[in-house]
């Protein structure tokens, strides 16, 4: 059976709060990006994961090899701390963030072609038809 782990990190990305949850399952990583606006408090936070963690739109997986934690106490506290000063998101979860960026642009972009493309075959029709229109009693 394997394990699955969530981790939530909150940072301040000018001139907004982000938050993002990773998950990690399977062996998986997938990520999704949340805006706070204001610097949340913990209670805060709390009852955002409570109400709306099902609502979160995730990446798509990406391969994840979880590291093996030493034993040694000094270099658990080590890494802690730089975890809770790091700079933020690791990379694994810049680039799932990445994937799902571009995925939403090539989906907005089919969409808006679709949609440039019927407009343009009702003007046609709409020309045509008006065409039809002028020579019906010749």
């Known amino acids: 059976m394997d394990r699955a782990s969530g981790r939530l990190t909150v940072f301040f990305e000018d001139p907004f709060w982000v938050g993002v949850f990773?998950?990690?399952?399977?062996?998986?990583?997938?990520v999704s990006k949340v805006t706070f606006g204001t610097e949340p408090r913990d209670y805060d936070i709390l009852?955002?994961?409570?109400k709306n963690y099902y609502k979160l739109k995730f990446s798509p997986a990406v391969e994840y090899e979880a590291r093996k934690s030493a034993d040694n106490p000094k270099r658990r506290q080590?890494?802690?701390?730089?975890?809770?000063?790091?700079?933020?998101?690791?990379?694994?979860?810049?680039?799932?963030?990445?994937?799902?960026?571009e995925e939403m642009k090539t989906k907005r972009k089919r969409i808006s072609?679709?949609?440039?493309?019927?407009?343009k075959q009702r003007l046609f029709e709409l020309k045509q038809q008006k065409r039809k229109e002028k020579h019906r009693g010749h």
């Open 22 to 30: 990773e998950r990690v399952s399977d062996g998986k990583l997938s």
């Open 47 to 50: 009852e955002f994961v409570l």
């Open 78 to 101: 080590r890494e802690a701390r730089k975890q809770v000063q790091g700079s933020g998101i690791g990379t694994k979860s810049q680039q799932a963030l990445q994937m799902q960026r």
């Open 113 to 119: 072609k679709e949609q440039r493309e019927a407009e």
